[in-house]
Antibody, heavy 121, light 107 residues
């Protein structure tokens, strides 16, 4: 059974930093690209960042470019999102999502339950 | 950036009715297009990919069609468990983008 479990969501002040983790099981992690997708309270879905199965390429939304860093540890079956210089508008539930292809940038066939990040003073 | 526009924003429907949701892309995405279903408090679930292929676990009352810039999701006979928000997504180009969603609610 495929499982994705996010952790690390919390309340953080504007300008602060946070690292989210997504522990996966049930599939060969290194064979698939992964993404982070966020959803602000009461709003729609926004893709944030993607990484290839081998970690060799990464992509970012303009809204987080230069502030967020996606990475993965295939030996630990874990995906990460390092978030720096957080803004109030980064407040959202952050989902990790499994891509259907190794290179990423496709549809997402499995999602985690989400981690709530609240940026507020 | 490819902008995805969904219509309508909200659809009030009675159980058993046929439902058609639309999504338009600001430029062609060929068939690199997906639909997701999201229920309150839950993560999205992949419903349709490659514009018309139904994902595992969804019954055949759900169907997707279209290519290029115009796409449609049809639910042939709405069941109580189908009331949810539906999102479209293109994966033709970076950044990956989603539509704003269509909420299907009980009439």
């Amino acid at each position: 059974e495929v499982q994705l479990v996010e952790s690390g969501g919390t309340l953080v002040q504007p300008g602060g930093s946070l690292r989210l983790s997504c522990a996966v099981s049930g599939f060969t992690f290194s064979n698939f690209g992964m993404s982070w997708v966020r959803q602000a309270p009461g709003k729609g879905l926004e893709w944030v960042s993607a990484i290839g199965g081998g970690g060799g390429y990464t992509f970012y939304a303009d809204s987080v470019q230069g502030r967020f860093t996606i990475s993965r540890d295939n030996s630990k079956n874990t995906l990460y999102l390092q978030m720096n210089s957080l803004r109030v508008e980064d407040t959202a539930v952050y989902y990790c999502a499994k891509d259907t292809k190794a290179i990423g940038g496709h549809e997402f066939d499995f999602w985690g339950q989400g981690a709530l990040v609240t940026v507020s003073s | 950036e490819i902008v995805m526009t969904q219509s309508p924003a909200t659809l009030s429907v009675s159980p058993g009715e046929r439902v058609t949701l639309s999504c338009r892309a600001s430029q062609s995405v060929t068939n690199m297009f997906a639909w997701y279903q999201q229920k309150p408090g839950q993560a999205p679930r992949l419903l349709i990919y490659d514009a018309s292929t139904r994902a595992t676990g969804f019954p055949d009352r759900f169907s997707g069609s279209g290519s290029g810039t115009e796409f449609t999701l049809t639910i042939s006979s709405l069941q109580s468990e189908d009331f949810a928000v539906y999102y479209c997504q293109q994966y033709y180009d970076w950044p990956l983008t989603f539509g704003g969603g269509t909420k299907v609610e009980i009439k």
